[in-house]
């Protein structure tokens, strides 16, 4: 499986996130607006809680439909011989005996699809890992994430 066909998935599964997301959200606006919602007494605050709810729902949508629009305009980078991780790279790291597979992308993160048999974690600029890799080389050793990079796809 090539990465663009794992950047597809990876699509696949934000938009269902987002129409998940955006009939939570359409939901809770009704709920919020709705007439049973209005207060019975200066106590009740089941209008004020659900408009809280759907103003996280509408700003999570928001989130989920940039890092669509951002990744469908990616194109993962080719691979040489001697290459650096880099946005796109599939990396395979050792860490205290275990084998992990990262996709490093700009949004998208937190995704685990299935690769070759492994399961792959897509990762984004703002996790520790994803900033400890970047940049390393096959056989480079991250001391302060204590993993050692053992092939970069």
């Not at 007494?41 to 729902?57: F, P």
């Not at 995704?111 to 070759?116: K, M, R």
């Amino acid at each position: 499986m090539d990465k663009i066909e794992l950047l597809r998935q990876v699509l696949a599964r934000l938009r269902e996130q987002l129409a998940t997301m955006q009939h939570a959200a359409q939901s809770s606006h009704d709920a919020a607006t709705g007439s049973e919602s209005k207060s019975e007494s200066k106590y009740d605050t089941r209008g004020l809680e659900a408009s809280y709810l759907a103003g996280a729902q509408a700003e999570q949508c928001e989130k989920l439909a940039q890092a669509i629009h951002c990744l469908s305009g990616f194109t993962p980078p080719e691979n040489t011989e001697n290459s650096t991780v880099q946005p796109g790279c599939i990396v395979e790291v050792e860490s205290a005996g275990d084998i992990q597979h990262y996709f490093l992308l700009p949004s998208g993160g937190g995704i685990t699809l299935d690769y070759q048999g492994y399961e792959l974690i897509t990762l984004t600029p703002d996790t520790p890992i994803y900033q400890a890799i970047l940049g390393s080389k096959q056989g480079d050793l991250s001391e302060n994430q204590n993993f050692l990079v053992l092939d970069i796809l």
